[in-house]
Protein backbone atom coordinates (compact mmCIF):
# COMPACT_ATOMS: atom_id res chain seq x y z
CA UNK A 1 0.00 0.00 0.00
CA UNK A 2 2.73 2.30 1.17
CA UNK A 3 4.65 1.35 -2.19
CA UNK A 4 1.92 3.18 -4.39
CA UNK A 5 1.66 6.04 -2.03
CA UNK A 6 5.11 7.03 -2.98
CA UNK A 7 4.77 7.61 -7.21
CA UNK A 8 1.33 9.40 -6.45
CA UNK A 9 3.71 11.81 -3.87
CA UNK A 10 6.12 12.18 -6.51
CA UNK A 11 3.49 13.05 -9.17
CA UNK A 12 1.85 15.50 -7.19
CA UNK A 13 5.16 17.18 -6.23
CA UNK A 14 6.12 17.36 -10.08
CA UNK A 15 2.48 18.51 -10.78
CA UNK A 16 2.88 21.74 -7.71
CA UNK A 17 6.61 22.22 -8.58
CA UNK A 18 5.17 23.03 -12.33
CA UNK A 19 2.04 24.89 -11.54
CA UNK A 20 4.11 27.34 -9.17
CA UNK A 21 6.49 28.22 -10.79
CA UNK A 22 9.02 26.97 -8.31
CA UNK A 23 12.34 24.26 -9.63
CA UNK A 24 14.80 25.12 -12.17
CA UNK A 25 14.27 24.39 -16.05
CA UNK A 26 17.77 23.00 -16.28
CA UNK A 27 20.33 25.80 -13.96
CA UNK A 28 23.61 24.86 -14.08
CA UNK A 29 25.55 23.49 -10.48
CA UNK A 30 27.34 27.27 -11.16
CA UNK A 31 24.16 29.15 -11.67
CA UNK A 32 22.23 26.95 -9.03
CA UNK A 33 24.72 27.96 -6.27
CA UNK A 34 24.42 32.01 -7.52
CA UNK A 35 20.50 31.26 -6.87
CA UNK A 36 21.37 29.40 -3.69
CA UNK A 37 23.14 32.54 -2.44
CA UNK A 38 20.75 35.02 -3.83
CA UNK A 39 17.70 32.71 -1.69
CA UNK A 40 19.90 33.21 0.93
CA UNK A 41 20.47 36.46 1.03
CA UNK A 42 16.51 37.38 0.23
CA UNK A 43 15.72 35.15 3.41
CA UNK A 44 18.12 37.25 6.01
CA UNK A 45 16.87 40.83 4.29
CA UNK A 46 13.88 39.72 4.69
CA UNK A 47 13.26 39.75 8.40
CA UNK A 48 11.56 36.82 8.21
CA UNK A 49 8.63 37.43 5.42
CA UNK A 50 10.34 35.55 2.38
CA UNK A 51 10.08 31.41 3.55
CA UNK A 52 12.68 29.57 2.07
CA UNK A 53 10.62 27.78 -0.36
CA UNK A 54 8.95 31.06 -1.93
CA UNK A 55 12.92 32.46 -1.89
CA UNK A 56 14.91 29.39 -3.35
CA UNK A 57 12.10 29.72 -6.42
CA UNK A 58 12.04 33.30 -7.08
CA UNK A 59 15.71 32.89 -6.73
CA UNK A 60 15.80 30.23 -9.51
CA UNK A 61 13.52 31.75 -11.71
CA UNK A 62 15.52 35.44 -11.71
CA UNK A 63 18.56 33.53 -12.38
CA UNK A 64 17.34 31.71 -15.49
CA UNK A 65 15.73 34.82 -16.62
CA UNK A 66 18.37 37.50 -16.26
CA UNK A 67 21.58 35.34 -16.57
CA UNK A 68 24.26 35.08 -14.07
CA UNK A 69 26.77 37.37 -16.78
CA UNK A 70 23.90 40.18 -16.44
CA UNK A 71 23.09 39.71 -12.57
CA UNK A 72 26.96 40.33 -12.38
CA UNK A 73 27.07 43.29 -14.40
CA UNK A 74 23.65 44.75 -12.39
CA UNK A 75 25.62 44.19 -9.31
CA UNK A 76 23.52 42.06 -8.05
CA UNK A 77 26.07 39.04 -7.84
CA UNK A 78 29.87 39.22 -7.05
CA UNK A 79 32.78 37.74 -9.68
CA UNK A 80 32.63 34.63 -7.27
CA UNK A 81 28.87 34.65 -8.19
CA UNK A 82 27.36 35.45 -4.85
CA UNK A 83 24.76 37.57 -3.63
CA UNK A 84 26.05 40.94 -2.96
CA UNK A 85 24.93 42.77 0.25
CA UNK A 86 23.75 46.14 -0.85
CA UNK A 87 20.60 47.60 -2.01
CA UNK A 88 21.66 47.87 -6.04
CA UNK A 89 18.97 50.00 -8.62
CA UNK A 90 18.17 47.62 -11.18
CA UNK A 91 17.96 48.76 -14.53
CA UNK A 92 14.02 48.25 -15.76
CA UNK A 93 15.02 45.05 -17.95
CA UNK A 94 16.19 43.38 -14.91
CA UNK A 95 13.49 44.40 -12.38
CA UNK A 96 10.96 43.34 -14.59
CA UNK A 97 12.86 39.71 -14.55
CA UNK A 98 12.99 40.33 -10.66
CA UNK A 99 9.38 41.09 -10.65
CA UNK A 100 7.85 38.52 -12.85
CA UNK A 101 10.15 35.89 -10.48
CA UNK A 102 8.88 37.37 -7.29
CA UNK A 103 5.15 37.01 -8.72
CA UNK A 104 5.36 33.59 -10.14
CA UNK A 105 6.47 32.49 -6.97
CA UNK A 106 4.53 33.96 -4.24
CA UNK A 107 1.42 35.26 -3.89
CA UNK A 108 1.48 39.35 -4.21
CA UNK A 109 -1.11 39.94 -1.17
CA UNK A 110 0.54 37.32 1.33
CA UNK A 111 3.81 38.35 0.92
CA UNK A 112 2.86 42.62 1.56
CA UNK A 113 0.43 41.41 4.32
CA UNK A 114 3.59 39.68 6.19
CA UNK A 115 5.63 42.65 5.62
CA UNK A 116 3.10 44.53 7.22
CA UNK A 117 2.50 41.92 10.14
CA UNK A 118 6.50 42.88 10.87
CA UNK A 119 5.75 46.17 11.64
CA UNK A 120 2.27 46.31 12.71
CA UNK A 121 1.24 43.80 14.99
CA UNK A 122 -1.96 45.76 15.37
CA UNK A 123 -3.21 44.59 12.00
CA UNK A 124 -6.07 41.92 11.03
CA UNK A 125 -3.86 40.32 8.55
CA UNK A 126 -6.32 38.24 7.13
CA UNK A 127 -8.63 41.55 6.61
CA UNK A 128 -5.39 43.21 5.04
CA UNK A 129 -5.11 40.21 2.85
CA UNK A 130 -8.05 39.76 1.26
CA UNK A 131 -8.04 44.04 0.73
CA UNK A 132 -5.00 43.56 -0.81
CA UNK A 133 -6.11 40.76 -3.25
CA UNK A 134 -9.07 42.77 -4.05
CA UNK A 135 -7.35 45.96 -4.14
CA UNK A 136 -3.98 45.41 -5.92
CA UNK A 137 -4.09 43.87 -9.85
CA UNK A 138 -1.41 41.76 -10.74
CA UNK A 139 -0.30 44.28 -13.32
CA UNK A 140 -0.31 46.92 -10.32
CA UNK A 141 1.76 44.62 -8.00
CA UNK A 142 4.33 43.95 -10.97
CA UNK A 143 4.61 47.57 -11.79
CA UNK A 144 5.06 48.30 -7.90
CA UNK A 145 7.95 46.24 -7.90
CA UNK A 146 9.36 47.15 -10.91
CA UNK A 147 9.53 50.82 -9.27
CA UNK A 148 10.76 49.47 -6.05
CA UNK A 149 13.84 47.36 -7.43
CA UNK A 150 14.69 50.83 -9.73
CA UNK A 151 14.29 52.81 -6.99
CA UNK A 152 11.59 55.30 -8.71
CA UNK A 153 10.26 57.00 -5.76
CA UNK A 154 7.91 59.19 -8.27
CA UNK A 155 6.23 56.26 -10.26
CA UNK A 156 2.79 56.53 -10.33
CA UNK A 157 2.38 52.78 -10.07
CA UNK A 158 4.12 52.87 -6.55
CA UNK A 159 2.25 55.71 -5.29
CA UNK A 160 -0.94 53.93 -6.16
CA UNK A 161 -0.30 50.77 -4.67
CA UNK A 162 1.15 53.05 -1.70
CA UNK A 163 -2.43 54.72 -1.25
CA UNK A 164 -4.28 51.09 -1.57
CA UNK A 165 -2.28 49.38 1.02
CA UNK A 166 -2.69 52.42 3.27
CA UNK A 167 -6.25 52.17 2.68
CA UNK A 168 -6.14 48.13 3.10
CA UNK A 169 -3.96 48.78 7.04
CA UNK A 170 -6.70 51.31 8.29
CA UNK A 171 -9.44 48.52 6.91
CA UNK A 172 -7.35 46.01 9.13
CA UNK A 173 -7.42 47.99 12.08
CA UNK A 174 -11.14 49.50 12.03
CA UNK A 175 -12.18 47.97 14.98
Same mark, same amino acid.
Given at each position: ?5 ? !? @? ?17 ? @????? #? ?17 ? #? ?14 ? *?? =?????? *?????? *???? !? %? ?5 ? !? ?6 ? %? ?10 ? &????? /??? =? $?? $? ?7 ? #?? &? ?7 ? #? ?5 ? /?? &?? &? ?5 ? /????? $? ?8
Amino acid at each position: MHVRRI !P @LAVAITLVITSVTGCGSKG @LSKSD #RAVADSLAAYAITQSDGVW #RKREAQCMAEQFVEST *GV =PALKEA *GLVSAR *GTAV !P %AKVTMTK !PVAEHFAD %AVLACIDFADLM &SRQIA /NAR =P $DI $DTAKFTACV #RK &SVTEKQARA #RLVAQQM /ND &SK &SAALKAT /NAALL $DCAEQATAG
